[in-house]
Structures are given as structure tokens and as C-alpha cells.
């Protein structure tokens, strides 16, 4: 178990930050659980950074389930249809071979963009760890049940205390251990690790408050900051065979009441990930 003196403290450690000339910000989405919510948080997070004037580029590292890519080869498509010209990322598959491959495509593309994005298939695969250890911001979006919580760590059946790391935590953080070096020898940020509870609305509220005093405890013991992110709504799903997002205003037709809310959500969730300045052209993130 990591020793809890060197566990970071569950705030940003890139407030205030800029980001350094021609070096871009990695964001990498990772959970080896799927059906998180995880792909459909990095895409949104990446067209709402697009809205804000960032170039932003993506990488989707499962061939064969890509559904990041899908979403924005989606995207595109409806705007060559509609004729509309919408902030965009530009979304490119790993299909390498080889850890050299990816660490290749990765300084490729961020050779041109403020923001990297990677989204990591949910299972467990070397590439993904690699992706991990190159991470400044790494984001792991959950489902508010103990279900999801055992990802991280284990729980007492009868008083839900914590009872030691699982797996994936303990991978995360040997990756930081691995990152330290990289740190000083690349000049890269400190790694800034975010749980996203996504789906909380249909949670009772006794087990969110369990899952809020299990998660708030390994917070503190492995160094992760806890934020809320995307409920569990209908248009989330509807709008991926357009590749269109709540951010797409006057391009939905009439929203409901939830809808607005969701795009407050997706506000909060972007603010509160405490990512670097850069320096952007015009550009805005409308959600009322």
C-alpha cells in the first residue's frame, strides 16, 4: 500500500498553471471498467475546450470499439451535411505496434495543439498504461456504486470502511512513481488524478453517502481529487449518431429543462478539472 506521507492532497495541482510554449496538456480518460460514462465525458470534455478556442487534438486507443473516434467521425459527417462549421478535436485511432508507436503519435500530435486527449479502452492493456504514465491530468469516471468503487479499492461488507487498494490504484500509483522521473527530466506537471462520479442521480442517498465517505477516505490515502460529473440522461445517448453535444447550441432544436441542466453539469465538470491557461483565440462556452 502506498504510504499515505506521500499520497498527494486532494486539491489542483495545476491552478495558475500556463501552459509551456509547444508542449501540450495531456488529459488521459482511463477505467479498466466499462460502461462509465468514460468516452462519452472525454468527448464532450474535448468540443467543450474546442468552444473555449483550444486546439485540441485526440487520441482513441481501442480499435476496435473506438467510440471516441465514432463520435467525431459522426460529427463530421453531420456537419458536411448540415453545412456547418462547429469547433471540433481532431480524433486519430492507435493502431502501432509498439510502445515506441504510441509515444511517436502522442508527440505528433501534440506538436500542434493546446490539449491532448486520450481515451483508454475499459479493460486492461499496455498501451493504456503507457497512456497513464504520460498523463498531467488523468481522469477516471465512475458510477456511483460500490460496484464502480471496487475499482479502486475494496470495502468492509458491514461498516463500507476501506479496507485496502485494488489494482487499478495501486497501477496508478506506480505510474506516478514512473512519472516522477519524467517530471523532472521533461519538465512536465505533477500529475493531477480526478475521480468523476458520474450518474449520481439515481443513487439513494443513504448509498451516496457511503460512497462519499469510502471515496473521500482513499482520496486522501492515494492522492486523487473527487468532483461530480454527467448524470445518467437520455440525450446523451441520443445525440451520438449525429456527433452533435449539449454545447451545440441552436443546432438541437427545443431543450427541456434536464438538458439545460446537463449543460451546467458539463460546465462544472470543465471548471472544476483545473486545467492550465492557454492562449486561445475568441471562443466561448455558452450554456444557458
Known amino acids: 500500500m502506498p504510504p499515505a506521507s506521500r499520497a498527494q492532497p486532494s486539491e489542483p495541482v495545476l491552478a495558475g498553471r500556463r501552459l509551456r510554449k509547444g508542449q501540450a496538456h495531456r488529459i488521459v480518460f482511463a477505467n479498466e471498467k466499462g460502461g462509465t460514462g468514460k468516452s462519452t465525458t472525454a468527448v464532450h470534455v474535448a468540443v467543450a475546450l474546442s468552444y473555449l478556442g483550444a486546439r485540441v487534438a485526440s487520441i482513441d486507443l481501442d480499435p476496435r470499439q473506438r467510440t471516441m473516434h465514432r463520435y467525431i467521425e459522426n460529427r463530421l459527417t453531420t456537419l458536411e451535411r448540415r453545412g456547418l462549421t462547429l469547433p471540433t478535436p481532431d480524433c486519430e485511432v492507435f ?128 492522492g486523487f481529487r473527487v468532483t461530480q460529473g454527467l448524470s445518467e440522461r437520455v440525450i446523451y445517448r441520443e445525440l451520438f449518431p449525429s456527433g452533435l453535444t449539449l454545447l451545440d447550441k441552436g443546432h438541437l432544436g427545443e431543450l427541456g429543462t434536464s438538458h439545460l441542466v446537463a449543460r451546467q453539469e458539463l460546465r462544472a465538470l470543465v471548471k472544476a478539472l483545473s486545467l492550465p491557461a492557454f492562449d486561445r483565440e475568441q471562443g466561448e462556452l455558452e450554456m444557458a
Open 95 to 222: 493502431r502501432g505496434n509498439s510502445t515506441a508507436d504510441l509515444l511517436g503519435m502522442i508527440r505528433r500530435l501534440e506538436a500542434s495543439c493546446d490539449f491532448l486527449i486520450i481515451d483508454n479502452p475499459g479493460r486492461d492493456d499496455p498501451y493504456a498504461r503507457i497512456a497513464v504514465e504520460q498523463a498531467d491530468t488523468l481522469v477516471t469516471p465512475m458510477n456511483d456504486s460500490f460496484v464502480d468503487f471496487d475499482l479502486i479499492g475494496q470495502v468492509d461488507a458491514e461498516t463500507f470502511k476501506v479496507k485496502k487498494l485494488s489494482f487499478f490504484a495501486e497501477l496508478i500509483w506506480e505510474a506516478r512513481m514512473q512519472r516522477s522521473r519524467m517530471t523532472i527530466e521533461q519538465q512536465r506537471p505533477e500529475m493531477d488524478w480526478i475521480v468523476v462520479r458520474n450518474r449520481t442521480g439515481h443513487v439513494e442517498a443513504r448509498n451516496q453517502a457511503r460512497l462519499h465517505k469510502a471515496l473521500s477516505e482513499m482520496a486522501k490515502r492515494v
